[in-house]
């Protein structure tokens, strides 16, 4: 949409979910990363799903929820738990909340 010539925009906030107005979207975020990380270390690893279901203890229909991005369909526990069983390190860390910081934030190193 053009305004004045110009192409109208609106900076995201560094949430999509945010932007889009969802309630949980702090924790939407929190799955998408988790899941993402989850997902491209089994691409890395050139996994056939059976595989991966073996690895990560979970049935076929799970594996392709996974691995088509349906991160929501899993507590950021699980996906904890994920990472776990492909030898990764899930490190938390608390701390004071500055202003317009999202309360839940997933580095990944």
């Known amino acids: 949409m053009k305004k004045n010539g110009e192409i ?9 979910f945010a932007d889009l107005g969802l309630d949980d979207a702090d924790e939407l975020l929190t799955r998408a ?7 491209m270390i089994l691409v890395k690893k ?3 799903q059976r595989e991966i279901g073996s690895l990560l203890e979970i049935k076929q229909p799970e ?7 349906r991160y929501t369909l899993f507590s950021p ?3 904890f738990g994920f990472l776990n069983k492909l030898d990764r390190k899930v490190r938390a860390q608390v701390s004071k ?7 839940q934030e997933v580095v990944l190193a």
């Open 8 to 16: 109208a925009f609106e900076e995201s906030s560094g949430n999509i």
């Open 33 to 39: 990363k988790l899941g993402h990380s989850v997902r």
């Open 46 to 48: 050139k996994l056939k």
């Open 63 to 69: 594996v392709s929820n996974l691995m088509n991005g």
């Open 77 to 79: 526990e699980r996906l």
């Open 97 to 103: 909340r500055r202003k317009k910081e999202p309360l």
